[in-house]
Nanobody
Framework: ELQLVESGGGLVQAGGSLRLSCTAS????????IGWFRQAPGKEREGISC????????YYADSVKGRFTISSDSAKNTVYLQMYGLKPEDTAVYYC????????????????WGQGTQVTVSS
């Protein structure tokens, strides 16, 4: 059974940092791309960062570029999202998702999703 489990969310003050983890099981990790998405109340789901495990190419949305870093550890089947300089507008539920092959920032192209982890940034 394919499974994605996010962890690392929480409450942090503006300017702080968090590291989210997405641990995968049940599929050949290196053949898949992992995307991080977030959804705030009343807003559409936003693709913020992705990585293609086959060649380590990455994507960042303009809203997080320079503040967030995505990385992958194939030995642990885990993708990390290191978040620095957090802002109140980063508050959302963060999800990771997997699709075969190359990344896409479009959530509709992902087949498998984790349950989400809440990130709250206080001002």
């Amino acid at each position: 059974e394919l499974q994605l489990v996010e962890s690392g969310g929480g409450l942090v003050q503006a300017g702080g940092s968090l590291r989210l983890s997405c641990t995968a099981s049940g599929f050949p990790f290196d053949d898949y791309a992992i995307g991080w998405f977030r959804q705030a109340p009343g807003k559409e789901r936003e693709g913020i960062s992705c990585i293609t495990n086959m060649d380590s190419t990455t994507y960042y949305a303009d809203s997080v570029k320079g503040r967030f870093t995505i990385s992958s550890d194939s030995a642990k089947n885990t993708v990390y999202l290191q978040m620095y300089g957090l802002k109140p507008e980063d508050t959302a539920v963060y999800y990771c998702a997997a699709q075969f092959g190359s990344y896409s920032p479009n959530s509709g192209e992902y087949n498998y999703w984790g349950q989400g982890t809440q990130v709250t940034v206080s001002s």
